[in-house]
């Protein structure tokens, strides 16, 4: 089993920045593919970023293409989600995801097999 911990979220005025961490323990011997979706209320999960374990290839919707940076250190069982130009329509339950297989990255909840608890961004504006 892997257990995933996120930190980093909070309250933020728009055009400010977060950076979000979520940290993988357990049976972490082997890298796995990232991902971090969000959730606002009233609405579905929907795929944020994504990341390969290897060769670092990256996924972004394009609602955050070009403000959200994603980044791994395998070293360190993290991966991280920097959040810049910050909107109120980013507010949501911020999860991060780790699939137990795979080379690329993968952009649909249901190919991930862990995830974490959440983290609450909240954008004013």
């Known amino acids: 089993q892997v257990q995933l911990v996120e930190s980093g979220g909070g309250s933020v005025q728009a055009g400010g920045s977060l950076r979000l961490s979520c940290a993988a323990s357990?049976?972490?011997?082997?890298?796995?593919?990232m991902g971090w979706f969000r959730q606002a209320q009233g609405r579905e999960r929907e795929i944020v970023s994504a990341?390969?374990?290897?060769?670092?290839?990256?996924y972004y919707a394009d609602s955050v293409k070009g403000r959200f940076t994603i980044s791994r250190d395998n070293a360190k069982n993290t991966v991280y989600l920097q959040m810049n130009s910050l909107k109120p329509e980013d507010t949501a339950v911020y999860y991060c995801?780790?699939?137990?297989?795979?080379?690329?990255?993968?952009?649909?909840?249901?190919?991930?097999?862990?995830w974490g608890q959440g983290t609450q961004v909240t954008v004013s504006s």
């Open positions: 357990g049976r972490t011997g082997s890298y796995y593919p």
């Open positions: 990341i390969s374990w290897s060769d670092g290839n990256t």
């Open positions: 995801a780790a699939r137990r297989r795979g080379g690329y990255y993968y952009t649909d909840q249901e190919q991930y097999d862990y």
